[in-house]
């Protein structure tokens, strides 16, 4: 099993423009997140997922959207980036509510 | 996410010493998770609690839920350069366990 993959691993957007990251898992997790994390901020949750077609907001979820039409994949797009989303973005899947939560390698972001 | 705090934030020890990392939540917790994350790379899962009073240990740490379930500790014995990084604590709560959300962090540095 690959786990969990994004692409790209680095991206450098200019502000206004568009783009999405992809995230993937092949474990046939139900659950899966996206998380941005900051300097000295910790993970903070985007959106998330419980399942194909379910998506739901999770604690900073302004300028991104998401979508689940696969069980396998969970994309998050940036309609219109801003300096302020410059930032490192980790997609995670879990198999059940209370389970282990396995992370991706994250995707780095700078928006200039 | 301001349910959950951790403490310290950052923390330096000599080589061998034992040390603590606290996490608090202002909610009874469903689950509590641990996760070490090395700079620059990705989330390595080390345990989760569930219980009140549970306490798991690998390798050199070993973590512990409280019976309240609103508090938990990380520690770490003999502390070797290996255990360096940052550790995030998360939290799923009754009604909502659905999301996954973490503290800030603690930034660890082990003095050879």
């Known amino acids: 099993n690959a786990g969990v993959t994004q692409t790209p691993k680095f991206q450098v957007l200019k502000t206004g423009q568009s783009m999405t990251l992809q995230c993937a898992q092949d474990?046939?997790?139900?659950?899966m997140s996206w998380y941005r994390q900051d300097p000295g901020m910790g993970l903070r949750l985007i959106h998330y997922s419980v399942g194909a077609g379910i998506t739901d907001q999770g604690e900073v979820p302004n300028g991104y959207n998401v979508s689940r039409s696969t069980t396998e994949d969970f994309p998050l797009r940036l309609l219109s980036a801003a300096p302020s989303q410059t930032s490192v973005y980790f997609c995670?899947?879990?198999?059940?509510?209370?389970?282990?939560?396995?992370f991706g390698p994250g995707t780095r972001l700078t928006v200039l | 996410s301001q349910e959950l705090e951790q403490s310290p934030q950052s923390l330096i020890v000599q080589e061998g010493k034992n040390l603590t990392i606290n996490c608090t939540s202002s909610k009874t917790l469903y689950g509590l998770y641990w996760y070490k994350q090395k700079y620059g790379e990705g989330l390595i899962f080390l345990m989760m609690?569930?219980?009140?009073?549970e306490e798991k240990s690998h390798e050199k740490i070993t973590a512990k839920l409280d019976e309240k379930k609103q508090q938990s500790s990380l520690h770490i014995t003999a502390s070797q350069p290996s255990h360096a990084g940052i550790y995030l604590c998360g939290a799923l709560y009754g009604g909502a366990t659905n999301k996954l959300i973490f503290g800030t962090g603690t930034l660890l540095a082990v003095q050879p």
């Open positions: 995670a899947s879990r198999n059940g509510r209370v389970n282990e939560q396995f």
């Open positions: 474990m046939n997790h139900e659950y």
């Open positions: 609690l569930q219980k009140g009073g």
